[in-house]
């Protein structure tokens, strides 16, 4: 074991830690937000009434939480490829 696998899965897990912690709760409220905008959509596809055309303020919402949860996801990502990189190095 060399000081590179020890740098690279430190790393790794500390970038995969941060990563959970800053974009799971967008992810989170994204997809609360997707159900309860599902669940509208089919109460007023019951109802007969038809959906208002344009994207909804939720639906701007559910953009805005993806752009922001994105970022993250590739950060643990890049910390799951330092991890597996670690066992990699010789």
């Known amino acids: 074991m060399s ?3 020890v740098v690279l899965w430190v790393g790794g897990v500390i970038l ?3 990563a959970w912690v800053r974009g799971v709760p967008y992810w989170r409220r994204y997809q609360v937000l997707r159900a309860q905008q599902d669940n ?3 109460y ?14 939720a639906d701007l919402m ?12 590739l950060a643990g990502l890049v910390g799951i490829v330092m991890i597996v990189a670690g066992f990699a190095v010789h």
Request: net charge positive; no cysteine; proline share 11%.
């Open 3 to 5: 000081v590179a696998n």
């Open 16 to 18: 995969v830690a941060v």
């Open 40 to 42: 509208i959509h089919r």
């Open 44 to 57: 007023e596809t019951w109802r007969g009434r038809p959906t208002e055309p344009g994207p909804s303020s």
């Open 62 to 73: 559910q953009v805005e939480l993806r752009r922001r949860a994105q970022p993250w996801i």
